[in-house]
């Protein structure tokens, strides 16, 4: 141990004894004798740190105080600021597209006559053919001026009369809770009378109403060709055929076709390689409808409300925000949109 610490024999056994040459050592004597050994003492004591730290402390909580509703004020006043910018900014864009999308209404408007429908969408390099809407049936609050069923019924029917004049084939229409289904007659008289107040009785297409799990309903059964005076064949009448969906044609659909193949499978009816997506896909393409090519949604943001999701999956939707309601201009602009979209596929 001394020649580790560099104390010599003599020195530690004097330390120890608390003699030395036969001499008591006093204890101021003692630590003489080994402070060279010891080491340096610190500049500042540990209570002197502790009393430091504990004084910043202080002097910063009495800062804090101080600037604290300086700080708080000027966080108010910027958020506020900041705040009103971003609310300006939203009422203008609103008031601005709400103007705009006025006049282009007053200057665009259908008249409720084919020839101006298709003049709009004429110069279109592409069409859907299989075109889907949502529309919504509100009960207590007025919608567009209509109020419930009668203003869904009204929606519908000059959807329908827009989608005929433009050529498109094909309309599906959704409605969350189903209230069309039950009406099937009444809502095909509907959109009957309203297709002969575009078209007038001669030129109106034909239709057919239909909604799954429900026959079809399509009377009256009108020929698609007739003959003139001189047996000549007239030109074949345009055929429109519109699906009713509610949210019971999407995942509940799904839920029972998987039970009904688990059923099969089970029974041995049909093997478990033969179940696959085409089969999936075609089942229920026949049991509720195929892929629309285009879903326009008239509300001001995109809430699916419970469409099947199976028949989104290569859909284009198409919404304007700030609008409210089936209006003629959204319908427009979407077949616009449309004609511009490239469907890669994946590629």
Request: aromatic share 8%; proline share 6%.
């Amino acid at each position: 141990m001394a020649s580790a610490t560099g104390i010599t024999s003599a020195q530690e056994t004097a330390f120890r004894r608390g003699t030395f040459q036969g001499k008591q050592l006093t204890p101021q004597q003692r630590e003489e004798l080994m402070k060279p050994f010891l080491p340096s003492e610190p500049t500042s004591s540990p209570d002197r740190e502790i009393k430091k730290a504990a004084a910043s402390r202080r002097r910063k909580s009495v800062h804090k105080k101080r600037t604290g509703p300086i700080h708080a004020s000027i966080h108010f006043f910027v958020y506020h600021v900041i705040a009103l910018l971003f609310s300006v900014f939203f009422r203008f864009r609103r008031a601005y597209r709400l103007v705009r999308g006025k006049i282009v209404e007053l200057l665009k408007y259908h008249h409720r006559t084919p020839e101006f429908i298709a003049h709009d969408v004429k110069k279109l390099q592409k069409l859907p053919k299989h075109l889907s809407v949502i529309v919504d049936y509100q009960e207590d609050d007025e919608h567009q001026g209509n109020a419930g069923l009668e203003g869904l019924v009204n929606d519908v029917c000059e959807i329908a009369a827009w989608a005929a004049s433009a050529g498109i084939p094909f309309l599906s229409v959704y409605e969350r809770t189903g209230a069309l289904k039950n009406y099937l007659p009444q809502t095909h008289a509907s959109i009957w009378n309203t297709l002969e107040a575009y078209f007038g009785p001669r030129r109106k297409p034909t239709l057919s109403l239909r909604a799954p799990h429900l026959s079809s309903y399509s009377p009256p059964n009108t020929p698609p060709q007739t003959a003139d005076s001189n047996g000549n064949l007239k030109e074949e009448r345009q055929h429109l055929t519109v699906l009713l969906l509610s949210e019971h044609d999407g995942r509940d659909t799904i839920v029972d076709l998987t039970r009904t193949l688990a059923e099969m499978a089970q029974k041995g009816d049909v093997r478990q390689e033969q179940i696959n997506m085409d089969l999936i896909d075609a089942q229920l393409s026949d049991h509720v409808s195929s892929e629309p090519d285009l879903l326009i949604l008239f509300s001001p943001t995109v809430q699916l409300k419970g469409y099947p999701p199976w028949q989104l999956r290569l859909t284009e939707i198409f919404h304007l925000p700030d609008n409210k309601g089936v209006n003629y201009q959204v319908f427009v602009r979407a077949l616009y949109n449309f004609a511009k979209v490239e469907m890669r596929l994946g590629r």
